[in-house]
């Protein structure tokens, strides 16, 4: 009976003992993601494998004396798609997420500075995809932690041989016996012995074991086998007792009776716990930032391209305005500071529009970074997304919520307070004695043999359980004054208090931040308004200022005055839009949605069997239907001959007012309650207007009257070298050298 309740027991010990298994966390879905990265098994496996850079065939970046690459549409949908698979994560200042001072702040947002190495290796990169890796790494921290726990196997052989002459008083006394002159030993010894730490702090084990020893000094069993198999157990009762404080821990209370090494370099489980979500909390502010990145970068070529328009609208005002003069010159009608003044006009705006010209091919390269593009492949970049000009109007509070709950870095300083708490409570418990209760129970046996079924057989005795083994005690051990705990619960309790601080501080910039970002879209959506109206009046008043210039009254002051007036009001207009999408972008990142905003999951694991194609494959394709579908809808004719000719001013301008003539203009090309699409503003672009011809030289003075007047050539329809106001030299006829010509054509979407 006594051996059917060992043997029961010995079962229900060897079942607590396997409760543990081993995670994988390398599996097949793992082993293929790594090798579409280009981790091969050589790269992994074999240290000598050469690492040698990837040699690829990268072209120069075009540069504002060669600008002319084929244009890629490429809509927010799809940048967003790229950057989560290979952008990078980028310098990019709260304050400057807004627009404000966006002149200054590219060089800190494309940001391509080098790793720096830190003495154990190298930090500083910001690719996605390297910031992924943070959070499973993180992660393997957890199963450190839980190895604590696990249940140890430990065996051990040794075999001794004895060959020594007979000395000692006991030695003399044994050889007597025997009539031996040396005394001649073969000793081993064989232990296997499975500890269990438990999750209360205490320690369970079973270790059987067997001497065997064989003599020539004629003991009463001579071989002996001497079997036992012993039980025991020990737990903390003051300090390291019980489950919560173990998983506070980053070490295992150990044993006393079973030592055994336990590792301890990571947090107990529930702070490491703690650390994965922060590095995933970590991961989502950094993918907040690389989406609002995007947006930013996005946004400001849009707002660049228009820039560049302005510039090229005012660069063929000046032309016209200096090719009237060249012929009035060439009459005898105007002295040669008029000429001049136009001809200066006419390099200002070309020296204007080289500078904005460099600021597209600036920010092409920010959306490039943050993308993860090469340098240079051949297109550039052109949005193809409308802006939205309609007023939003968010409320306050439900964002304020939003805020307080959802931004990453609110979650990580709340997260840190926690782990803070939990800290303190660990180090309290270092304040307690340590006192272990200890327990053993051992079973013991003894033959000449190992196995067989006779009296002699050692195996055989044991499973009779004639001879046992048991002990109990307790074990204390008190530092006197406990100085080093206490200074341990001092210094967590600053801990605590300045991760309280901090998490206040960071719910105050928060708030401050939020109601930045909502001030700032109402203050940008007024701007808008203001400054389309401010670009209308200047429309009005050059156009009446060139009609003033072409029936010789008025000055030619007044009307290069206009002709700048029109031109930064018209670049001032879209700057405001593209910022005005800027700041909902950011009013979204502010409050913690901006995932939301843009259609962006973060989730654990390989993707779905639905999602083989990837996610760019799929924003390209519909890009590209977008644009496709926009050749069904043209461009309207700034104006229609009915009865008339076109005012070639209104050609320019786009101006839905009534023609000289009779002519009736159809719609305006900047539309009031849109912002046109760069493809519709590409569609049937013509060449920019340039002058090649250097500046004549003053004639002599003298009376003009006497002179004959040539007469003044026609300018009819061709006044203005334009085909429409709102429709940028960027894209469709053979442009002049420095241009941008297209090679598609859309509409409005």
């Excluded at 940048?79 to 990019?92: D, F, K, M, R, T």
Aim: charged share 20%.
């Amino acid at each position: 009976m006594r051996w059917i309740i060992t043997l029961l027991s010995f079962g229900l010990a060897f079942a607590g003992l396997i409760g543990c298994k081993q995670q994988c966390y390398v599996r097949e879905c793992d082993l293929d993601h790594y090798r579409t990265i280009g981790l091969t098994p050589e790269l992994e496996c074999t240290p000598g494998t050469a690492i040698a850079p990837e040699a690829g065939n990268v072209r120069a970046p075009a540069t504002v004396l060669d600008p002319d690459r084929p244009p890629r549409f490429i809509s927010l949908a799809e940048c967003i798609a790229l950057a989560l698979e290979q952008g990078s994560i980028n310098n990019l200042r709260r304050s400057s997420i807004l627009g404000i001072q966006a002149q200054n702040i590219l060089n800190g947002f494309a940001d391509d500075e080098l790793v720096q190495f830190t003495g154990r290796g190298i930090t500083g990169d910001q690719n996605i995809r390297v910031l992924a890796m943070d959070p499973a790494i993180q992660e393997t921290d957890i199963e450190a932690s839980l190895a604590k726990f696990d249940a140890r196997w430990q065996t051990s052989v040794n075999w001794t041989n004895t060959d020594r002459p007979v000395g000692t008083a006991l030695d003399t006394f044994q050889a007597a016996r025997t009539n031996v002159r040396g005394i001649q030993l073969q000793d081993a010894t064989f232990s296997t012995q499975l500890i269990k730490p438990l999750p209360t702090g205490g320690v369970s084990g079973i270790t059987f074991r067997t001497d065997y020893e064989l003599s020539n000094l004629n003991p009463r069993v001579n071989p002996a086998w001497r079997p036992a198999l012993q039980f025991a157990f020990e737990q903390p009762l003051l300090q390291g007792f019980g489950v919560e404080i173990n998983q506070l821990r980053s070490t295992h209370p150990g044993s006393l009776l079973t030592p055994f090494s336990v590792a301890g370099r990571v947090e107990g489980i529930l702070l490491t716990r703690i650390r994965f979500d922060q590095a995933r909390a970590d991961f989502e502010r950094n993918v907040n930032l690389m989406l609002i990145n995007v947006e930013y970068a996005y946004w400001y070529l849009y707002g660049a391209y228009w820039e560049l328009y302005s510039r090229e609208q005012a660069l063929r005002q000046a032309y016209e305005a200096w090719r009237i003069n060249k012929a009035r010159y060439e009459a005898g009608r105007i002295p040669i500071q008029d000429f001049a003044q136009s001809r200066g006009q006419y390099e200002t705006f070309r020296d204007q529009r080289i500078t904005s010209l460099g600021k597209v091919l600036e920010n092409e390269r920010a959306l490039r970074v943050a993308l993860g593009l090469p340098v240079e492949d051949g297109t550039r970049l052109v949005p193809s997304d409308e802006p939205t000009l309609t007023p939003y109007v968010p409320d306050w509070n439900t964002a304020l919520n939003e805020a307080e709950n959802l931004v990453p870095e609110l979650v990580l300083a709340r997260q840190e307070l926690k782990a803070r708490q939990l800290d303190l409570i660990n180090q309290k418990n270092q304040l307690l004695p340590d006192l272990r209760f200890t327990s053993t129970y051992d079973i013991n046996a003894l033959g000449s043999r190992l196995d067989g079924n006779s009296a002699l057989g050692a195996m055989h005795n044991l499973g009779q359980d004639k001879f046992n083994n048991w002990s109990l005690g307790l074990r204390l051990d008190v530092p006197i004054g406990f100085r080093d705990a206490h200074a341990a619960v001092r210094a967590s309790r600053l801990q605590l208090a300045r991760s309280y601080n901090v998490m206040r501080d960071q719910e105050l910039k928060v708030q401050r931040f939020l109601g930045l970002t909502y001030r700032r879209m109402f203050e940008l959506y007024q701007n808008i308004e203001a400054r389309r109206a401010q670009r209308e009046a200047y429309a009005e008043q050059l156009q009446a200022r060139f009609r003033e210039f072409l029936a010789g009254r008025g000055t030619l002051d007044f009307l290069l005055e206009a002709q700048r007036n029109w031109a930064d009001a018209l670049q001032n207009e879209y700057i405001a839009i593209s910022q005005y999408n800027v700041s909902i972008a950011g009013f979204q990142y502010a409050k913690g949605t901006i995932q939301q905003y843009d259609n962006v999951t973060i989730a654990e694991g390989p993707l779905p069997g639905c999602a083989q194609v990837r996610a760019v494959e799929h924003a390209r394709e519909r890009n590209n239907a977008l644009v496709l579908a926009q050749h069904a809808i043209p461009q309207q004719p700034l104006c229609c001959k009915q009865g008339g000719e076109c005012d070639p001013l209104m050609k320019m301008l786009g101006m839905p007012k009534s023609p000289v003539g009779g002519a009736n203009p159809t719609i305006p090309v900047l539309p009031e309650g849109s912002a046109p699409s760069l493809p519709s503003l590409y569609k049937d672009a013509s060449p920019l207007p340039e002058i090649r011809e250097p500046l004549p030289r003053p004639r002599p003075s003298g009376p003009q009257s006497s002179r004959p007047m040539p007469q003044m050539p026609d300018l009819g329809n061709d006044a203005m070298m334009l085909t429409g106001g709102s429709v940028p030299p960027l894209m469709g006829a053979p442009a002049a050298p420095g241009s941008l010509p297209p090679s598609v054509t859309g509409g409005n979407r």
